[in-house]
């Protein structure tokens, strides 16, 4: 059995084994309360699994499945959120006379004053009130430093379903198809079966290559390094885009007679061992914010200027998990953050100084992953996560590709993951 194989029966164990409760809880007791600050009121609840919970009853209210105020078929709310306030109040402020009460199933039955009834079950009320711990990182994605990847994540063409390369793709950051008819056409059929197309201003799905620049009828030619056989360093693509691109694909119809070798690198590994390392530079970079844009003049009256405000090179969330890596020296706009004051110039120099750490972990041959394209093996990129980067070639190359969107592609994905994990994909 491979190793792969071997993952995916652990997965799909793990995802089980998080499906199905272990036992059912209940409530076993209530108290009200008013919250201190905004006097609002509350209950306090005990339950026999031995978690408790300080539940607002603005928010019992608001997130009741009753059919006066959910449509299940939807999936929606039915109310907005003026007058909840005044919607939230019970028909006494006494547990007692049982407008609050534990109902026979161990969750809660409320009675409210305008004569609605909610119920929950404690197993609800844990669910969706309770603030839980996020996942290990480990969990969510296998960090991989280049020299010591032996086996790279692939399937057969033969052998593809969305399963399997959902599951790759999270842990690894990058998949590779292989038996896929070496077409633009074939390449995009697989990408549509995917996920959906980010079209962009250059274009939904694109052929080019190192003679695009002779601006052939079919090939577009953008002021762009890709569309030369120079080499180029490690970047995400689209940082110069309010909603940067998610994937990226490329699939090489013509290799170069020499040279013209994809790298990559997990950023997400390189930032943790940059907070490892030089802890005030990472939070330098997850903190400060920069600017970057894309600028041509291609003299045919559709000028473009691309411009993105205030993003962090490393971005986290809430719990320090990573969900963007803004990496691109290329595309960075002029730091506009300077003033008379020399807390800014400071700043400015602690950026720089944080940006050249991070960017000698990036650089460093042994993280870097290094691969040949060849005709026939698409490869799937993960934009937020992945630094990508190409090597000088000669003669000509051919290439095609496309951005895929990132929220339709997770929107099909989270069915495939373990369910404590789906909503920290984005």
């Not at 959906?196 to 030619?221: C, L, M, P, Y």
Request: glycine content about 6%; some cysteine.
């Amino acid at each position: 059995m491979s190793k792969f194989s071997l993952f995916y029966r652990k997965l799909a164990t793990l995802a089980q084994s998080r499906a199905i409760p272990q036992r059912i809880a209940r409530v076993s007791t209530i108290k009200r309360e008013i919250l201190p600050k905004s006097g609002q009121p509350s209950i306090f609840l005990e339950f026999d699994s031995g978690e408790n919970l300080c539940v607002p009853l603005i928010w019992l209210r608001d997130h009741c499945r009753a059919e006066h105020s959910f449509n299940h078929s939807t999936h929606q709310r039915k109310h907005d959120c003026i007058g909840i306030f005044t919607r939230s109040l019970t028909k006494t402020e006494k547990l007692e006379n049982e407008s609050i009460q534990i109902n026979p199933t161990g969750g809660l039955t409320i009675n409210w004053a305008d004569g609605l009834k909610s119920n929950f079950s404690a197993e609800e009320l844990i669910k969706w009130a309770m603030r839980k711990p996020a996942p290990p990182s480990a969990q969510l994605h296998t960090w991989w430093i280049g020299k010591k990847m032996q086996d790279l994540p692939r399937i057969e063409l033969s052998q593809f379903s969305m399963d399997k390369f959902v599951n790759l793709f999270c842990r690894f950051g990058f998949v590779m198809i292989d038996g896929v008819p070496a077409t633009a056409e074939e390449t995009e059929a697989l990408c549509r079966r995917v996920g959906i197309i980010h079209d962009t201003f250059f274009g939904a799905f694109w052929v080019f290559s190192n003679k695009s620049q002779e601006r052939s009828e079919t090939e577009e030619f953008h002021e762009d390094t890709a569309y030369t056989s120079e080499g180029i360093g490690p970047h995400t693509d689209g940082t110069y885009f309010q909603q940067s691109p998610g994937i990226q694909v490329f699939h090489c119809l013509q290799p170069a007679t020499s040279g013209g070798e994809t790298i990559l690198l997990d950023a997400f590994a390189a930032a943790d061992y940059l907070k490892e390392i030089d802890a005030q530079a990472h939070k330098t970079l997850t903190t400060q914010k920069i600017d970057h844009h894309y600028l041509e003049s291609n003299n045919r009256g559709n000028d473009i200027y691309s411009y993105t405000r205030e993003y962090p090179v490393i971005e986290t969330d809430s719990n320090g998990i990573y969900r963007q890596i803004r990496f691109n020296p290329y595309d960075r706009a002029p730091m506009q953050s300077l003033s008379e004051s020399i807390d800014d110039a400071e700043k400015v120099v602690d950026f720089y100084k944080a940006y050249e750490s991070y960017s000698r972990i990036i650089l460093d041959k042994d993280r870097q992953l290094k691969v040949m394209l060849n005709p026939g093996t698409v490869i799937f990129i993960d934009n937020f996560r992945l630094l990508h980067a190409r090597t000088e070639f000669q003669g000509d190359r051919t290439l095609c590709g496309t951005y895929m969107s990132r929220d339709d592609f997770f929107a099909r994905a989270r069915p495939f993951l373990p369910i404590n994990h789906r909503a920290y994909y984005a």
